[in-house]
């Protein structure tokens, strides 16, 4: 499968903008998702790519090959750029059995009988349901007919698998099952997969890279763990992870011990490379990293227990100082009474600092991640 390129990609309706400049790398074989709020031009980026949307300004190129260009009024039609399509509906012939559903698309380009018998067998193995192939859709579960869906899309073969939020009708027990179905076929068949979603954990457990967006603009673009870890901006560390990360406003004291100025209290930096004296900041950290102690703790900063919510697995616990809260995720259950007394410490090596005005992370990114993970 080529790569995937778009330069300098807009989309406007009037005064609308759909996507701006969107500069953009799928490569060969990835498997990429468009990550993002409703509204943040994710959709219009994956049909501007499969040619159902025809971009305002810009360039997309495919294996090198220019499919859309706005300066040479040129766009190749949906038909000849060799993608597959899926979508949140299902769209499935009611009248047509699995078999016939799945085999639609290779009779509309003439394959002969044997071939089409043969990629139909092979793609309903591949989705674990060679034993459906007779049934209609109605007589089907939502996950079997996304499974069928999914077939038909895989059956003609495309170079690249285009994807709507197509689990989000699935409950919560399917949806799980079909990532696990959706990254073994990735890995099966080394088939290049653009993934639109809204849900931060359908990117960070299937991804080999994601492309987080907003208000029609990339934010960043990265390895899921680099993303956890490194958001590049403020947009970015809020909208990854669950629980939210902690966002406290601060200010840089740099010396012997470099530490963040917050209110009341200082978090030490273990990173301050790239940090100014007296500069105004947010600081961030993720849950898993506020560690919680006794108060009388060396080097443990003060607060109360405001809530504990158990989940089994894990516990989050929301701690208050003042006006100041912050949440900690601890492994296992604890147990803590409300208004009780505790030691916060937090690991300073994963201590994010961004810009007051520009939200920009303001450290600089090691080259590797091994300490991360």
């Known amino acids: 499968m080529p790569d995937i390129r778009l330069e300098g990609v807009s989309k406007r309706w009037g005064d609308v903008v759909g996507v701006e400049n969107l500069d953009l790398m799928i490569p060969d074989g990835s498997f990429t998702c468009l990550l993002g709020p409703s509204g943040c031009g994710k959709t219009t980026t994956l049909r501007m790519i499969a040619g159902l949307e025809e971009p305002t300004a810009g360039r997309i190129s495919m294996d090198q090959q220019i499919v859309y260009c706005s300066e040479r009024a040129f766009s190749l039609p949906p038909v000849k750029r060799r993608v597959g399509l899926i979508f949140q509906s299902y769209a499935l012939w009611p009248h047509m059995t699995v078999y016939q559903n799945i085999a639609f698309g290779l009779e509309m380009q003439k394959r002969k009988q044997e071939e089409i018998v043969s990629l139909v067998k092979q793609v309903a193995e591949w989705m674990r349901i060679d034993e459906l192939l007779d049934r209609y859709p109605s007589e089907l579960s939502g996950g079997q007919q996304q499974r069928v869906a999914l077939a038909r899309s895989l059956a003609p073969q495309p170079d690249c698998l285009l994807m709507d939020e197509p689990l989000s009708n699935l409950d919560a027990k399917l949806r799980i099952e079909m990532r696990a179905e959706l990254k073994r076929i990735h890995a099966e068949t080394k088939m290049t997969i653009v993934y639109v979603t809204h849900d931060q954990l359908e990117a960070m457990t299937m991804a080999s890279q994601v492309a987080v967006m907003s208000e029609g603009k990339l934010q960043q673009l990265a390895e899921p763990l680099m993303l956890y870890h490194y958001p590049a901006n403020l947009f970015v560390a809020e909208f990854v992870g669950n629980p939210p990360i902690n966002i406290l406003p601060g200010k840089v004291a740099l010396g012997q011990e470099s530490v963040v100025q917050c209110r009341g209290f200082s978090l030490p930096l273990g990173n301050s490379k790239g940090l100014k004296n007296d500069e105004e900041v947010m600081v961030a950290v993720r849950a898993e990293d506020v560690l919680v ?81």
């Open 293 to 373: 102690g006794q108060p009388e703790e060396s080097g443990s900063i003060t607060f109360t227990v405001y809530s504990v919510l158990p989940t089994g697995g894990e516990t989050l616990i929301r701690l208050r100082r003042g006006d100041t809260f912050m949440t900690a995720k601890i492994d296992g259950s604890i147990r803590l009474d409300i208004d009780s007394t505790v030691g916060l410490k937090v690991r300073t090596e994963r201590l994010l600092v961004y810009g007051k005005e520009n939200g920009e992370l303001l450290q600089d990114v090691p080259e590797g991640q091994e300490a991360w993970v």
